[in-house]
C-alpha cells in the first residue's frame, strides 16, 4: 500500500474524497441527516481549502493497482479563544472503502498524520467524531486516543465525541532528595 498526498492538481482524488466524504457522513449520521448535511460543491471546496497553502494535507492510500482504498485529512489549528492556545492537530475525515477496512489501512492513515504532526512539532492529535462510531473510536483507543470532551454537533444534534492523544512523550518523575 502507497500513501501519498494529494494537489489541487489531482482532480480525479479530490472528487473522490469528497464523495467518500459524504459517504462518510452518511454512515455515521444516516442517509436522511448525512445526505443533507453538505452539498457536494461545499465538499469539493472543503477538501480544496486543505490544498492551498495551509499547514494541511490530504493523504490518499491506494493499492498495487493504484486504486484509492482510503484517506484521511489533517491539519494543524489553534483554539486562540483558550487558556492555552498551543496549535493542535486535527484529523479531520478518515475513511477506508468497505472492502479494505480492517486490513490496516486506517491505521497507516492515523500513524502517519501523527508523524507529519511530530516533524511540525505539534504535541497534541485529536479528532471528532459521533458517540456511535464505534469502528472509529475504536481504532483511535487502540493509538493511545482518550475521550477528552463530548457535545452535540451543531447541525443534527449528534452527540459528537473528541478523541485526543499526546504526541510528546512525558518527562520522567524523578524522585526528590
Not at 504535541?123 to 472509529?136: D, G, I, V, Y
Amino acid at each position: 500500500m502507497l500513501l501519498r498526498p494529494i494537489s489541487l492538481l489531482d482532480t480525479a482524488a479530490i472528487d473522490l474524497v469528497a464523495e467518500r466524504m459524504r459517504a462518510t457522513l452518511i454512515e455515521v449520521e444516516g442517509e436522511d441527516a448525512g445526505g443533507a448535511m453538505y452539498t457536494m460543491d461545499w465538499l469539493l471546496d472543503r477538501v480544496r481549502w486543505h490544498l492551498d497553502g495551509r499547514d494541511a494535507e490530504v493523504i490518499v492510500a491506494e493499492d498495487a493497482t493504484g486504486r484509492i482504498l482510503g484517506h484521511t485529512i489533517y491539519r494543524i489549528e489553534s483554539d486562540a479563544g483558550s487558556l492555552s492556545p498551543a496549535p493542535f492537530g486535527l484529523i479531520s475525515t478518515t475513511y477506508v472503502v468497505p472492502e479494505a477496512r480492517r486490513l490496516g489501512v486506517a491505521h497507516r492513515l492515523l500513524t502517519h498524520a501523527e508523524a507529519w504532526f511530530r516533524e511540525r512539532r505539534v504535541q497534541l492529535a485529536c479528532t471528532w467524531t459521533s458517540e456511535t462510531n464505534s469502528p472509529l473510536i475504536g481504532l483511535y483507543a487502540r493509538n493511545g486516543y482518550v475521550e477528552a470532551e463530548r457535545g452535540p454537533n451543531q447541525l443534527t444534534q449528534t452527540m459528537m465525541v473528541r478523541l485526543a492523544k499526546p504526541l510528546t512523550e512525558p518527562l520522567p518523575v524523578r524522585p526528590l532528595r
